[in-house]
């Protein structure tokens, strides 16, 4: 028996769920704004409709990115108070497996290239392949631009998801994708992984959760005359 919350704001969605004995309830709402104010009422709505406290989980799951650098350290923010509330041990999934999990979810499809919007003309891409239920890396995750992805990327998916393809449609050319059905990461997705990483004792501590943000500086425009 397992009880494991799970929460994401590092994309333009917000999202909670949590996995209580084989069941999964979930809330989650494209907002482009506002992950703060979102993200708690959807844990404390959660909790109540499973009939849970925090002290009762097993885990806390947070979506580790990558993603947009606020929304990451949103979702690390929250996650860490949570935890060190609640004593609890912290589980970070990567955003790019939620959406293949995803993927998987919707159409059953066994390989997923996954894609988010990174800005600045980049995607974050990495690919997947379901092993024993869990969409498991296969191409290592990385941020460039689409271009140089489609032209040195060397696996073959059944299936894309995620911002990336909504952006830069070109992708299209490399793999169909489910850009209405799963353009976002979502929070339930990321419970397949975190339930191996608690079996296998994978937890850290609020203290040591870290974020994975592929990019290792965050380029930006001075306003003009500064």
Known sequence: MSLLLAIDTATE?????IWQDGNVLSRYQVAPRGHTELILPMVEKLLAEAGVSLTQLDGLVFGRGPGSFTGVRITLGVAQGLAFGADLPL??????QALAQGAHRHTGCASVLATID???GEIYAGGFTLEAGVMTETEAESVLPP???LANCQGQWQQGAGSGFVT???LTARVDA???AVPFPEARDMLP?????LAAGRGVSAADARPVYLRDKVTWQKLPGR
Do not use: H, I, K
């Open 13 to 17: 969605a917000c999202s909670a769920a």
């Open 91 to 96: 589980f970070g999934v990567s955003n790019l």
């Open 118 to 120: 990174a800005r600045m």
């Open 147 to 149: 271009t140089e992805f």
């Open 168 to 170: 830069y449609p070109e």
């Open 178 to 180: 489910l850009c209405d």
């Open 193 to 197: 992984q975190a339930l191996r990483d």
